[in-house]
């Protein structure tokens, strides 16, 4: 089950994500980057305190959106990741492309 | 006791009948020999009443036996039977009264010998006649019986038993006893003859019959009635048989019961033609309801269809429209109309709108039957019934009358039974084609699964410096997990393992691409982060965009006794260190293979050398075996591999494999991971 809400704030989205993201339905985590790149949000927020599991089809999801991010100069902080989420994020080397942070206020600064 | 075989009772009974009947004349003529010679021949009556007795039983249990014995006797076959026999009672009666008209008054007409001879052979038909109706009425009254009526039949037959002996205590007068049990007999009969549930199964053609056969029966059983009670002030006839109740009794019984008989089939007449239509429903309605066997088609229960619903409409004209794939209209199944006056027809319907409120994308057209009237010179009332299937109307049905008003509720409602029947025999029919066809699909499947096992290595190389195992599961029929050794000159051993991100068909694609790309490039003997290197260009150009495969790259040398390697975005490798009795994740950096698909890569890549020594264990695994999780969410994880590596470390490969994948099984509480592939290889050092 993946639950996704999407937040508009001044500024940046915060795109929550509640569940577990696996290959059935990372479907609609991508269409809901393509919702906020619709309206051409520019700074993006995933808040993922309520993450609890993603498969490699769900990080597949975020991989295929770097390239056009950065052409768009569009940022993304994923934050709140909890330990075993944040531990898929490391060891496929995401971490390395993908801003990640512990929680709201830090991905905020980080932003700016 | 001996137990007769059942051919053996109707002709023993057969046998003691006329054996009996032999002997009663006997016992008359020694009679009457008696009385012409005035010698007293100390015959009592009582010898012909218990003879008498004797042959009814062996009559009846004859009669019995022959028409149970003919299981599928149909109801005119039966009522033939009585009517032949009542023919030949009737028959031979009427000879011998003619034969004593042509005698005149000559001496032989008054000779008593004779006349009782001829009188034993009226009462032998007579009986015959009389029994045999009685057991044939007793199976049409047993027709679709009940147990009430099975109860009151047994009645019956113990009261013709009992009214045979009937004779020992009334001595043959008319009295009152006798009346009484007549009365009775008479009041059961009429009882029993209200059981006539056979008669309108006949069709016409057969109620005519039975009509006439039943009326032969009524004529026989009032005339050889009168003829007996004829005897009963006969000087001639000594001991009278035939005044005996029981006889009397059954005069009564098939009398009645052949007359309701007669008189229901008669008024049952003019209605039998609607029990026929309903009957040809019913089997209609089976026919509809049959699926569709191999090799026909929908076009078949379609056609049954409409016949049915003429039939059952009576109508004048009717026809199918199905729509086809670009919503023309293309008809079907043309009745009593031709091509010219159908398409009138239907463009005068088009534009009166006879039924109105019918639109072919509603979804509730489902069981609706649809009225109108239409201003033809000839059909005056229409019908419309949608046929729909799978909740989308595919055709309707029209039928037409040349009169008024023509279609009645009766008529809507079966017809609309017709129609949902027929949908249903098509809607299974499509269902089963597309069951055959998912079945075609399992079967690629099964040839996808077979091949993709085919990729993955028989026999994993190595040489005595170290053993080595792996297997792999898919959790669909396909999966993306991938693991390969390689010997690349005498001491050196590559060993690689993978996951494509995904799962199923499309991991199974680009896990047979990384295998061309990793025998291609093994071949130019590369430095694990060279390979790295080289494998995400190659992957770059192939794989979709939100794909990548995590991979694990090892070059084993068991001369200098080093393992050189990298990771790429794959779990971390669990090593036991034997001298430490410890086992720990091997900690590089790496990132997946297409994550970043262009130069900026080679930051990313690096790469380690260590020793290993004897005892020394690598384990290499994909992430379905930590992710691997139990009915409350909580994942097997590095803690639990580690502690059954440290555990199991004397053990051999192949054992360090079965207790792990034990411990994962007896951790998630089943056989089998569900929802990822997973796969292991161990490589212990000697």
Known sequence: MLNIEHIKQKGYSILQLSGEVDASNSVDLDAAFQEILSEGAKRILVDGSKLEYISSAGLGVFMSYLEEFQEKDIQLVIFGLLEKVHQVFVILGLDKLITLKPNQEEALQAIV | MIRLSSPNIGKVSILVAILTWLSLLFVDITRIFGLLNQLESGVSPEVSFILEITFFIMVYIFFNHSIARNERNEFLNLIWRGASTGLLALGVSLLIRLFYYLLGDSRLATDPLLKNFFYHINFALTTLFLISCTLLWKRLILYQKTKKIVQQWQAFEILLLVSMFFIFFNKNTLDYSFLFGLVFITIFSISLSVNLKWIPYLTFKEKWKSILFLFIILLATSYLFVEVLSYSDSKVI??????????????????FYTLFSFLVTLFNLPTSSVFEQKLVEAINFQRLSQSIKPGQSENQVLDILVDSCMSASYAD???????????????????????????KLFDLINDTKPFA?????????????????????????????????????????YLLKEVKDGFNKEMVNIISTFVGQACISVENYRLLNEAIKNER???????????QRSLLPDTLHHDDSFEICGFSIAADEVGGDYYETKKLGDNQFVLIIGDVSGKGTSAAFNMSQMKGIFHSLVQLQPKPSDFLLMANNALSQCLEKNHFITTSYFIIDTEKKTINYSRAGHCPTLYYDHKKKESEYLSIDGMGLGILRNNLYKQYVHEKTFSFFPGDILVLYTDGIVEAKNSKGIEFGYERLKTVVNASATLNVEQIQNKIIQEVYKFIGKNRIADDDYSLMIIKFN
């Not at chain 2, 699909?441 to 091949?451: S, T």
């Open chain 2, 238 to 255: 000594l001991v009278n048989l035939t005044d005996n109740l029981f006889l009397i009794g059954l005069f009564s019984f098939v009398f």
């Open chain 2, 357 to 397: 409120n019918f639109e072919w994308e509603k979804e509730d057209n489902e069981n609706k039957v649809f009225q109108g009237k239409i201003a033809d010179s000839l059909y005056k009332s229409a019908l419309m019934v949608p046929l729909v299937v799978n909740q989308r109307t595919i055709g309707r049905i």
């Open chain 2, 441 to 451: 699909y399992k079967e690629e499947l099964k040839i996808a699964q077979r091949v």
């Open chain 2, 317 to 343: 004209a009717g026809w199918l429209e199905l729509r086809d794939e670009m919503n023309a209209s293309v008809f079907f199944h043309k009745r009593f109309i031709d091509k010219e006056d159908l398409q």
